[in-house]
């Protein structure tokens, strides 16, 4: 668990001056700076000036936009401080002129700066001021009027990092001022600080230990106990959640344990925690407990006895109530295998896709004739990558596609192929030509577009007429048919169409797989080695790989060592295990 902190930090020191000759001349500024400042005789001019800047001042009403492409080529920076005034006001009214003067005014700068970098290509430094919209302190009070612009600020330094943004949260004092000039000069490497009666702090991201017991555990004291679990100790205040110690629970026999490594945040759970969600629905209602938490990633760390499909050790994602918390206990239904995503993108994924998706594992005939029994009219199709290329890459075996068609046919469902990576490039009609599988509806993509991005799909006619005009379902996108994307694709298609493309990928691939595999065996080191025309995966270990659970189970670190040492040679593979290889040749 980790915290944003404000810590203590030297004021920044100007550049090749010493203490003394800063305090027998402060006018060491220099050049000319936009300020925008709430009243023309602000003491942020007075300040800057006597530094020995040159101040284009604005107030709240003037054309930044204009002043901006008068002076953008010859300013040093442009200096935001619209927001130095506290409001003190609650009113709705008030709030909205807060807004005005702060974020608006701020997202409008920031259009004109990146309009005239565009023409002229200088970028002035940006610096946004605040007015104690952060606590730094304990007891500091917090103006909320002009605290948007610190989620604004990092918005813009992602968008626009030419500007090198930065934020500074003031306490109003002549001796922060002073220690904003400093900063002003010195331009570090901060991007978000805060000044107290000239005091600098600097936001720090540091792990949080609430107590004791778990800064124990972290530094690895066997005695200590790592389990803890979020608690709003007061509703409706959120200064009272604190960390507590949590018991190890028992299991059921279809349960597992998850060692949490993140959780989504809930909007539920932020209802319950101000206390806006409704007592009625906390009662009896698995995921509306007071305890926080909805959903989650992480690893396996135990099982019940009745759970075949799971082991210990397997990165998972999950829904689990009360996963705000070190370890979290849920249904092994609720649990599904992590597909190689980070554990923040795997704990956001949406409640309703899991409640309405049933995964099962790749070539299991039947995992998936169980499905149907226990759904039976339920399933709408199964979406399969015919060759699975996002977790390696394993392959088919014999008949398993062909099960899919019949079984899908048998309950009415549709069978869809995922063929994005595998489309034109395993054949001209991609695996469904290659493995003789004719699929109801196709999705395709890389290829299709030659190098540009697009996606497509396609299938039978009588389920294509569903569509818009001809049918009910609309369906647009932005660069849906866009003409370049759309010719790339075309001239690429074309050109593997008419040559041997497909013969000599097929020959260059057999050639890798082979030698692959004597290698392997001449350095004794266990791989299974897997092969379909220019696709290609290894995964070090010495059992058969057909699903993602025998993937899990591959040497990941053999793995790392195998990339960084191809690397070193000038050979770039995917730096991940759960990545197909493919390789492309030039004519």
């Known amino acids: 668990m980790f915290e944003y902190a404000w810590e203590r930090s030297p004021v920044a020191e100007r550049p090749s001056e010493t203490r003394e000759a800063r305090q027998e001349d402060t006018a060491t500024l220099g050049g000319r700076w936009l300020v925008l400042v709430p009243d023309d005789d602000h003491a942020l001019v007075t300040t800057l000036s006597r530094g020995g800047a040159d101040c284009v001042v604005a107030t709240p009403g003037d054309d930044v936009r204009k002043l901006v492409r008068e002076n953008s080529s010859t300013l040093k920076g442009v200096i935001h401080a619209w927001g130095l005034e506290k409001s003190g006001e609650t009113e709705p009214g008030a709030r909205w002129s807060g807004q005005q003067t702060g974020a608006l005014s701020l997202m409008h700068l920031v259009q004109a700066l990146a309009s005239s970098a565009d023409d002229s290509g200088h970028s002035p430094a940006l610096w946004v001021l605040t007015n104690q919209t952060q606590a730094v302190a304990d007891q500091d009070p917090i103006d909320v009027a002009h605290s948007t612009m610190w989620g604004m600020r990092r918005v813009v330094a992602n968008e626009h990092p030419q500007l090198s943004a930065r934020i500074v949260d003031v306490d109003g004092t002549m001796e922060s001022l002073a220690a904003l000039a400093s900063e002003l000069e010195a331009d570090p490497n901060e991007d978000e600080i805060a000044f107290r009666q000239g005091t600098r702090f600097v936001h720090r991201l540091r792990r949080y230990a609430p107590d004791d017991g778990i800064a124990a555990a972290q530094k690895g004291d066997a005695t200590a106990t790592a389990r803890r679990e979020l608690k709003v100790n007061k509703t409706g205040d959120l200064n009272s959640m604190t960390w507590v110690r949590a018991p190890k629970l028992e299991i059921g026999e279809h349960e597992v344990e998850i060692e949490v490594h993140a959780t989504a945040l809930n909007f539920k759970d932020v209802m319950k925690a101000t206390g806006l969600f409704p007592p009625r629905l906390i009662e009896g209602n698995l995921w509306s407990r007071e305890t926080l938490g909805m959903e989650c990633a992480g690893r396996i760390t135990r099982i019940g006895s009745k759970v075949t499909h799971l082991k210990p050790g397997y990165d998972v994602m999950a829904l689990a109530p009360r996963s705000f918390a070190s370890h979290a206990i849920t249904h092994a239904a609720l649990v599904v295998a992590n597909p190689g995503l980070g554990p923040a993108e795997a704990a956001g994924v949406p ?150 493309a497909y013969s000599k990928l097929e020959t260059l691939g057999a050639q890798l797989e082979s030698e692959m595999k004597q290698v392997a065996k001449a350095a004794g080191i266990p791989v299974q080695f897997h092969r379909c025309g220019s696709m290609f995966c290894g995964y070090f270990t010495e059992k058969p790989v057909h699903n993602l659970a025998d993937a899990m189970e591959s040497d990941r670190e053999r793995f790392k060592k195998y990339f960084h040492g191809m690397l070193a040679e000038c050979i770039y593979f995917a730096p991940s295990q759960f990545e197909a290889g493919r390789f492309f040749f030039q004519r």
């Open 351 to 500: 409640v309703a896709f899991t409640q309405h998706t049933i995964v099962l594992p790749f070539n299991d005939t039947d995992a998936v004739k169980a499905a149907f029994a226990a759904n039976q009219n339920h399933i709408a199709g199964i979406i399969v990558e015919p060759v699975p290329g996002n977790a390696g890459l394993y392959l088919p075996k014999p008949g398993y596609l062909e099960f899919l068609r019949e079984i899908t046919k048998a309950n009415g469902a549709l069978l869809i192929f995922d063929e994005v990576m595998t489309g034109f490039r395993l054949a001209k009609g991609g695996a469904q030509e290659r493995f003789g599988i004719a699929p109801d509806l196709s999705c395709f993509g890389k290829v299709i577009g030659g190098g540009l991005p697009v996606g497509a799909f396609g299938g039978a006619a009588e389920i294509m007429d569903y569509l818009a005009p001809v049918g009910p379902v609309y369906q647009a996108g932005t660069l849906s048919g866009n003409p370049i994307a759309m010719a790339a694709g075309l001239a690429a298609l074309e050109e593997l169409v008419s040559s041997d």
